[in-house]
């Protein structure tokens, strides 16, 4: 190996958001894998080591350093529930949600998410790239490395599809990773108002399989909500999906509870969604399973909601915690994950040190990636985020702002 290819980061702190023999572990101090005086030495686009500055300048005393005093080096964020792949914004309901109308009259009185339907049929999937590409452009400039993007604004197959090679045309450019769910029951679309069973077996019978044998989606979702879909219809929706192999995800007891964490257990999903109104039952189902818990505090602020996510009876409960922006036009235009931090230390009851490893490792245990992503174990692609500040505790407390200065995107500096 040559010492000239490796390029060593030196900061205040570093937070490898993972413990040796410790993986689920979500305690600050070691679970967010504190080093003061840290550095990261990067070597083929992957973390080499990490510890102690005094240790690796040793290890390698002729690799290029970068000093990044008084700011901390984090693994890249991984943000796990994202709807980023829409048309316009809904500017006209925020209105009405401050004027004190709910985000189910806005969908009786045909906003909602049918609003976004039929904004993003009329739209190409050039267009839908160029609107797309700035939205996750500035995902990454708040430290986002990783994002999972839904479809489930076009509801029929062709634009469920178009979506889907949206997804994977960015991805293609190589300076975000994009994880691809197909989100085909978001809502009932219009044409089957009255006839919602039918358009679940179009899910079932057409659209399912044809996602599968085109390859553009690794997760199949459902939003699984009283006035949505049903838990009969959720059932059988990811039911389909495993058999055509795509992993289930589950929005999950967002409003009000209808055993949807507990159905994400049962069916081995890889995480269940939202979870604001969570069962006593859900939370025990959670904490013994490998199904993560995304909490999406953003969403429930947004929308006015009083009653957040548990997220303490969560971690206690043993259920691994993820966090994620719910990023979409409706109920959570957020990109920034910092401010999504904030909100689970000041509302659900959080470390700082969780917040981070919900927002790093633990999200991208919600994708089910591998390789050590969300951390900077050895052998991790080097993700990674520099923020401007010389304690991690100061990112989710001083909240509102960008404190992300740099990324680096498999040790190439992306922003």
């Not at 005393?61 to 970068?66: K, L, Q």
């Not at 045909?110 to 049929?121: E, M, P, T, Y």
């Not at 469920?160 to 989100?183: C, N, S």
């Not at 209808?258 to 939370?283: F, P, Q």
Request: glycine share 10%; with cysteine.
């Amino acid at each position: 190996m040559s010492e000239a290819k490796r390029v060593v980061l030196e900061a205040s702190q570093v937070l490898t958001c993972w413990t040796e023999g410790e993986p689920r572990s979500q305690v600050a101090i070691p679970g967010a894998g504190v080093i003061e005086r840290g550095a990261v030495a990067i070597f083929e686009g992957c973390v080499d080591a990490v510890g102690s500055q005094d240790e690796i300048r040793s290890r390698y005393p002729t690799a290029e350093r970068i000093d990044l005093s008084n700011k901390i080096l984090t693994p890249g964020i991984v943000d796990s529930h994202t709807h980023a792949v829409f048309g316009r914004w809904r500017l006209d309901e925020y209105e009405l949600r401050c004027a004190g109308s709910s985000y189910a009259e806005i969908a009786a009185g045909g906003g909602g998410i049918n609003a976004s339907v039929l904004d993003l049929r009329e739209r190409s999937e050039d267009e839908l790239v160029e609107l797309t590409r700035p939205r996750l452009k500035s995902m990454l400039q708040h430290g986002t490395t990783t994002a999972e993007v839904k479809s489930g604004y076009g509801l029929t197959l062709e634009d469920e599809l178009k979506m889907l090679r949206v997804i994977h045309r960015i991805a293609a450019e190589g300076w975000i990773d994009l994880i691809p769910t197909f989100l085909g029951a978001h809502a009932i679309p219009p044409e089957y108002r009255g006839h919602r069973s039918d358009y679940v077996d179009v899910l079932i019978g057409e659209m399912i399989p044809a996602v599968a044998e085109s390859g553009l989606a690794t997760f199949c979702d459902v939003f699984m909500e009283p006035g949505v879909f049903t838990p009969d219809e959720a059932r059988r929706v990811l039911e389909a999906a495993l058999r055509y192999g795509l992993v289930p995800k589950l929005h999950a007891d967002e409003f009000e509870s209808s055993g949807g964490a507990e159905l994400a257990v049962e069916l081995g999903a890889a995480s269940a969604d939202h979870l604001g109104a969570v069962s006593d039952a859900g939370i025990a189902a959670l904490g013994n399973a490998t199904t993560v818990a995304t909490l999406l505090p953003g969403t429930l602020m947004f929308l006015g909601r009083r009653n957040y996510a548990p997220a303490r009876r969560l971690i206690d409960a043993g259920a691994r915690v993820a966090l994620a922006t719910d990023f979409n036009p409706g109920s959570s235009p957020a990109v920034n994950m910092q401010v999504i931090m904030s909100l689970a230390c000041s509302q659900m009851g959080m470390s700082p040190g969780e917040a981070f490893v919900g927002a790093t490792s633990n999200g991208a245990a919600a994708l089910r990636l591998a390789a050590g992503r969300g951390t900077l174990a050895p052998g991790a692609p080097a993700d990674i985020a520099a923020f401007d500040v010389p304690d991690f505790r100061l990112v989710p407390y001083l909240y509102g702002t960008n404190h992300c200065v740099g990324v680096w995107k498999r040790g190439n500096r992306v922003y």
